[in-house]
């Protein structure tokens, strides 16, 4: 059992720079997949980045490279998530979580845990 909780998320203006973090209970942490996913109203969650267990390897859809970077301290049980350059459209409900390795990262059903969510309002 593995459970999320993640913070960080606020009102920022376009342009600007959020950290979100996402602490993990439990001693298995590093064994899982991390990811981050966002919902905004009326749409579906979409996928933001993701991480391996080890670190080794991060993904990203090509809407979010460049301006996003996703990071994990195994030591400190917890995964971050550096949103530079900010856009309105970024605005949304950030998700975290977590899920046993696998090919594909990028879907919801790659996941077992998930956070409650932080909101993220960036303003024009």
């Known amino acids: 059992q593995v459970q999320l909780v993640e913070s960080g998320g606020g009102l920022v203006q376009a342009g600007g720079s959020l950290r979100l973090s996402c602490a993990a209970s439990g001693r298995t942490f590093s064994s899982y997949n991390m990811g981050w996913f966002r919902q905004a109203p009326g749409k579906e969650r979409e996928f933001v980045a993701a991480i391996s267990w080890r670190g080794g390897n991060t993904y990203y859809p090509d809407s979010m490279k460049g301006r996003f970077t996703i990071s994990r301290d195994n030591a400190k049980n917890t995964v971050y998530l550096q949103m530079n350059s900010l856009k309105p459209e970024d605005t949304a409900v950030y998700y975290c979580?977590?899920?046993?390795?696998?090919?594909?990262?990028?879907?919801?059903?790659?996941?077992?845990?998930w956070g409650q969510g932080t909101q993220v309002t960036v303003s024009s």
């Open positions: 979580a977590a899920g046993p390795p696998a090919v594909v990262v990028s879907t919801t059903r790659a996941y077992q845990y």
